[in-house]
């Protein structure tokens, strides 16, 4: 995990040990720094601010030769823990206790492009939330994407929790309100609103969140990204903070990132928080973030660092819970019942069921909504139409994309 900065800090240190402390040599040493971070996938804005405070540090300054690198070490320590530190801790089980008295939910928005794993992250802090015991109601505002509702409905029903849609092409904004209002009326905890997967620069699409946003003003606004996506994650973040002003991100897929220049970049370039990381497939690899392990990850801890995950880093693993990997199935239950038992007992009893596979895998949204567009279709309202469309715009695909 985040070995590629790991090895560009540390050959910058020991490159200092092995030259007199001259402007010029400083100056040649942080463009190498540079070229290393931008293979990192970390922001220009983050490399500047660190080649500017090491080099106000490194020249002039009196230190022994054989102090260097642990100089060079701790200033770029100190420098990455003060971003980090300047962004702030967001603590949101505390934040929907802290509610949990009053007779509004607590409300979070997901929002992020097709394929980050948003959905799957959603259905993670759905089942986080249960084991602090918090009552959750899961809303499919994702009106726009075929499969999407079923995907979310499979999860909800995995966690068996409450689940609000509607048909496709709804107003998303209509879906999320029904969903506020029921938690209202039923004292429910918290409300989870999935988006659908716009890409940042979809004026149309963005606007829709800023329409969600006005009708339900949620209390939290979470932006999901792919850490493996390097720069373009970072570029996505940039695009919708300024759409949507998030409070914190969560980067899937960390566990399999060498990089690790998302985590930096996305800190400093919206001075929001990271939440949490996905570290696995399953419910429980959600790990919150931790800006000390990340410190020890990259800057040569001597293990790794049990914070960041319970996986092997040698066993790369994929957000691939997108397509619902077989798990056991919750014993189905009227409401009264599943809301008269521990959520512990709840997930207790369980029973097989067929995984779920995304029949657009692989599809990108584009060539959806080409093909929908070309042939005037309606969003399918099931699994089994929704396998026909699939198959039809594959072949479409594999025959040059013609025009009817």
């Known amino acids: 995990m985040f070995d590629k900065l790991r090895t560009a800090f540390s050959n910058t240190a020991k490159s200092f040990s092995e030259k007199e402390l001259k402007e010029k040599d400083i100056d040649d040493i942080l463009f190498q720094l540079e070229i290393s971070l931008l293979e990192s996938d970390v922001a220009t804005e983050v490399i500047d601010s660190i080649k500017s405070d090491l080099k106000q540090k490194l020249i002039g ?39 949990k008295n009053s007779i509004e939910p607590y409300v979070i928005l997901f929002v992020g492009i097709n394929g980050t794993g948003k959905t799957t992250t959603l259905a993670k802090i759905a089942y986080l939330l249960q084991k602090s015991k918090f009552s959750v109601v899961i809303a499919a ?18 966690l068996n929790l409450k689940f609000i849609a509607q048909n496709y092409g709804s107003d998303p904004a209509a879906v999320a309100r029904d969903a506020v209002l029921y938690a209202k009326s039923h004292k429910i905890d918290c409300v989870l609103i999935d988006t659908a997967g716009r890409m940042q620069t979809s004026k149309n699409l963005m606007d829709q969140i800023s329409k969600i946003n006005n009708v339900i003003k949620p209390d939290m606004k979470i932006f999901v990204g792919d850490s493996l996506a390097g720069n373009d994650t970072v570029n996505q973040a940039r695009e919708f903070y300024k759409h949507t002003k998030f409070d914190g ?38 790990q919150e973030f931790n800006k000390d392990a990340f410190l020890k990850t990259v800057f040569g801890a001597t293990e790794i660092v049990e914070e960041f995950s319970k996986k092997e880093i040698s066993k790369p693993t994929h957000e ?52 929908v567009d070309f042939y005037d279709l309606t969003p399918p309202e099931n699994d089994e139409q929704a396998r026909v469309l699939a198959k039809k715009i594959k072949e479409w695909i594999s025959s040059g994309r013609p025009k009817p």
């Open 61 to 99: 300054s009196k230190v022994n030769k054989n102090e260097i690198e642990n100089f060079v070490k701790n200033s770029l320590i100190q420098n990455i823990s003060s971003l980090f530190e300047a962004s702030g801790s967001i603590n949101i089980m505390q934040k929907i206790q802290a509610k």
């Open 141 to 158: 505002a994702d009106t726009f994407r075929a499969g999407a509702i079923e995907q979310l409905k499979e999860h909800s029903n995995r």
């Open 249 to 286: 991100s969560i980067l899937t897929k960390s566990d399999a990132d060498a990089r690790g220049g998302a985590a930096l970049s996305i800190v400093k370039i919206t001075s929001t928080p990271i939440l949490y990381i996905g570290v696995g497939q399953e419910y429980e690899d959600l």
């Open 320 to 371: 691939t819970m997108e397509k619902i990997q077989e798990k056991p199935q919750p014993e189905i239950k009227s409401e009264s019942q599943s809301t008269s038992k521990p959520k512990e007992e709840i997930l207790i009893k369980e029973s097989k069921t067929e995984s779920y596979n995304d029949p657009f895998e692989g599809v990108i949204t584009e060539d959806i909504n080409r093909y």
